[in-house]
């Protein structure tokens, strides 16, 4: 069984920064792609970065390009989203995910392994 576990959200004042953890269980599991998604209240879940594997390879929102940035170890099987500059409109639930197979791509439905979200709220 593969569970993505997140950590590191909070309460934040705006221009302030934050790190996102989030570490895999499951001996075996390797994935191919790790993303990150953020869902605001009232909205859909959106696309926030991903990052391949070997880490060669890195995509992001264009809303949040030159402030965050994606990175994995994985040696710890642990995939991390770093922060700065947080704006107001960055508040919502912050959900890790993970492929097994595939390559990397923005499409929620193609990733196979979710985390529970973490809550990130920048204050004005």
């Known amino acids: 069984q593969v569970l993505l576990v997140e950590s590191g959200g909070g309460l934040v004042q705006a221009g302030g920064s934050l790190r996102l953890s989030c570490a895999a269980s499951?001996?075996?599991?390797?994935?191919?792609?790790w993303g990150w998604f953020r869902q605001a209240p009232g909205k859909e879940r959106e696309f926030v970065a991903a990052?391949?594997?070997?880490?060669?390879?890195?995509d992001y929102a264009d809303s949040v390009k030159g402030r965050f940035t994606i990175s994995r170890d994985n040696t710890k099987k642990t995939v991390y989203l770093h922060m700065n500059s947080l704006k107001p409109e960055d508040t919502g639930t912050y959900y890790c995910?993970?492929?097994?197979?595939?390559?990397?791509?923005?499409?929620?439905?193609?990733?196979?392994?979710w985390g529970q979200g973490t809550q990130v709220t920048v204050s004005s």
């Open positions: 990052i391949i594997w070997t880490g060669s390879t890195t």
């Open positions: 995910a993970a492929r097994s197979f595939g390559t990397m791509n923005s499409n929620a439905s193609d990733y196979n392994y």
């Open positions: 499951g001996r075996f599991f390797i994935p191919t792609v």
